[in-house]
Nanobody, 115 residues
């Protein structure tokens, strides 16, 4: 089960740290998968934001490069997304999931960037 948290309302230029707990997973399973953060706005497809591989390599979409940082804490089976210098266009519901063999999507966490 995927449980995202940490979203909220922030002004442009602000920061948030999202968390994604993979509950019900044993550690060896958690560490066997890459983890992704996605986001979705109403009426649009879900888009990939950031990836952390099982070995710890990271990749980012161009639109968040240099502003967002993905990390994970294996012992807590948790993935994080530090979001800095937020822009109004970052407003979306943010989700996490593993790859391959994705789990059922969680509820996501709403991020709203507005003054």
């Amino acid at each position: 089960q995927l449980v995202e948290s940490g979203g909220g309302l922030v002004p442009p230029g602000g920061s948030l740290r999202l968390s994604c707990l993979v509950s019900g997973s044993i550690l060896s399973v958690f560490t066997s998968y890459d983890m992704h953060w996605y986001r979705q706005v109403p009426g649009k497809q879900r888009e990939l934001v950031a990836t952390i591989t099982k070995s710890g390599n990271v990749n980012y979409a161009d639109f968040v490069m240099g502003r967002f940082t993905i990390s994970k804490q294996n012992s807590r089976k948790t993935v994080y997304l530090q979001m800095n210098t937020l822009k109004p266009e970052d407003t979306a519901v943010y989700y996490c999931n593993r790859w391959p063999d994705p789990l059922t999507w969680g509820e996501g966490t709403q991020v709203t960037v507005s003054s």
